[in-house]
């Protein structure tokens, strides 16, 4: 499994919309989030010390978008597709790229045993898509590009922490390269490091 950060976006329009119900941006405008460093540095206070509270108290965490690409097994997927509130996904389409080429054993987390790949692969030589589809093992590996926002993130790792599922574990560690990730460490993930 692989998960690669590809960007984040509106941290300062969030976290002007957090100065408005404190009075701290109303009369300065946005420029009072980018350019004014004392009023930026209790912006990032406040947010630091919301982001755990829950009860809309962090609802700025929604503004805060996060885009991710991430290489996963068809099994990890069906658990992440668990997370619909605020996340939207774009894929590798099985329906267009399962024939165009033989499988590997780098196609499915952690390989697969030789027959079952041979016989995948006939099927393909055979153009049987819809046999392949059908049997393709829940270990076959899927890239979608993740679009979600921090509220979510936050939610998942929250949930997901010490999950028996490894992936997870790959998933919790590749946010901590998110740059506000430290306002969620109340609730780290645990990692396998």
Same mark, same amino acid.
């Given at each position: 499994?692989?998960?690669?950060? +590809?960007?984040?976006?509106?941290?300062?329009? %969030?976290?002007? @919309?957090? #100065?408005?119900?404190?009075? $701290?941006?109303?009369? /300065?405008g946005?420029d009072?989030?980018?350019?004014?460093?004392?009023?930026?540095?209790? +912006?990032?206070?406040?947010a630091?010390?919301? %982001?755990?509270? @829950?009860? #809309?108290?962090?609802?700025? $965490?929604?503004?805060? /978008?996060?885009?991710?690409?991430?290489?996963?097994?068809?099994?990890?997927?069906?658990?992440?597709?668990?997370y619909?509130v605020?996340?939207?996904?774009?894929?590798?389409?099985t329906?267009?790229? $399962?024939?165009?080429?033989?499988?590997?054993?780098?196609?499915?987390?952690?390989?697969?045993?030789?027959?079952?790949?041979?016989?995948?692969?006939?099927?393909?030589?055979?153009?049987?898509?819809?046999?392949?589809?059908?049997?393709?093992?829940?270990?076959?590996?899927?890239?979608?590009?993740?679009?979600?926002?921090?509220?979510?993130?936050?939610?998942?790792?929250?949930?997901?922490?010490?999950?028996?599922?490894?992936?997870?574990?790959?998933?919790?560690?590749?946010?901590?390269?998110?740059?506000?990730?430290?306002?969620?460490?109340?609730?780290?993930?645990?990692?396998?490091?």
């Open positions: 499994m692989e998960v690669r950060i +590809l960007r984040e976006a509106g941290i300062d329009e %969030a976290l002007y @919309g957090l #100065g408005l119900s404190y009075g $701290l941006t109303s009369t /300065q946005m009072s989030v980018m350019y004014l460093p004392d009023v930026r540095m209790r +912006l990032l206070r406040r630091r010390a919301l %982001a755990n509270m @829950g009860d #809309g108290h962090n609802k700025f $965490l929604r503004q805060m /978008q996060v885009w991710l690409d991430i290489k996963a097994p068809l099994y990890w997927w069906k658990q992440m597709d668990q619909k605020a996340t939207c996904t774009q894929s590798e389409s329906m267009h790229t $399962l024939m165009k080429n033989k499988l590997t054993d780098a196609d499915f987390e952690g390989g697969l045993m030789q027959f079952m790949l041979v016989y995948l692969n006939a099927k393909i030589d055979d153009k049987d898509f819809d046999w392949v589809n059908r049997h393709l093992p829940q270990s076959f590996l899927q890239r979608r590009v993740l679009t979600c926002n921090y509220e979510t993130v936050r939610n998942i790792l929250r949930q997901r922490a010490g999950h028996k599922l490894k992936e997870w574990d790959v998933f919790c560690t590749a946010m901590k390269d998110l740059g506000y990730y430290t306002w969620m460490q109340e609730e780290e993930c645990k990692s396998t490091e």
